[in-house]
């Protein structure tokens, strides 16, 4: 029974121990906000691994920046609908698409595979994420990986239209961390909204 005990009690110190460097090891990234702190409940983060955390922050950046879009796209149809013909060869107008996920049966399977190359051609090249980078900024591999204009700089505009990254260091960590926060509550937001 006490050699249990011993062996219980240097499991839990050594999970302990493991625990804390992984909490020092993160806990002044971007994202980390009171009154929480850094928040990791399922463990991920216990090994301390840079770069596991590095694939991570890229992983929820991308779940929260398609969240947002997906907040819009179940949201502005129930007030705005295009004009038109959505698929002109079937007689299926914009107004006829339901809103939800109802639509999916709506639309035609040509549809969705325009849809699928177009976001396959936006995550391979239009909006590369380069490992060298900070996680969430993107450039594109349309032009080369030396072409630096060709970044995406405030509010996602592309550099060639004038998007200048943000220069002072606390306004843009202000507006990282409230784009991961905003990202973190649109997925929260549309796991609600099915």
């Known amino acids: 029974g006490l050699a249990w005990g011993v062996i219980a009690a240097a499991r839990h110190t050594q999970r302990r121990s493991k625990a ?69 060869s079937t007689g299926l107008k914009f107004a006829d698409v339901p809103t939800g ?35 969430g900024k993107l450039g594109t591999r349309f032009f080369g990986e030396e072409n630096t204009n060709y970044e995406y700089g405030s ?7 004038g998007g200048a990254p943000i220069q002072d260091p606390e306004i843009k960590k202000t507006k990282l961390n409230a784009a991961l926060a905003n990202g973190r509550l649109a997925v929260m937001a549309i796991i609600g909204m099915f």
């Open 101 to 135: 996920l109802a639509a999916t049966t709506k639309v035609p399977a040509v549809g969705w595979a325009q849809y699928t190359i177009f976001c396959g051609i936006l995550e391979l090249f239009a909006m590369h994420q380069d490992p060298d980078k900070p996680p």
């Open 20 to 88: 804390s460097v992984a909490l020092r090891a993160f806990e002044n990234e971007l994202g980390v906000q009171a009154p929480v702190g850094f928040w990791d409940p399922a463990g991920f983060t216990s090994d301390g691994d840079q770069l596991d955390f590095y694939r991570r922050r890229r992983i929820e950046l991308k779940h929260g920046r398609v969240s947002m879009l997906a907040c819009l796209g179940y949201i502005v149809p129930e007030f705005v609908k295009f004009p038109g013909y959505l698929s002109p």
């Open 155 to 161: 509010l996602g505009i592309p550099g060639y239209l």
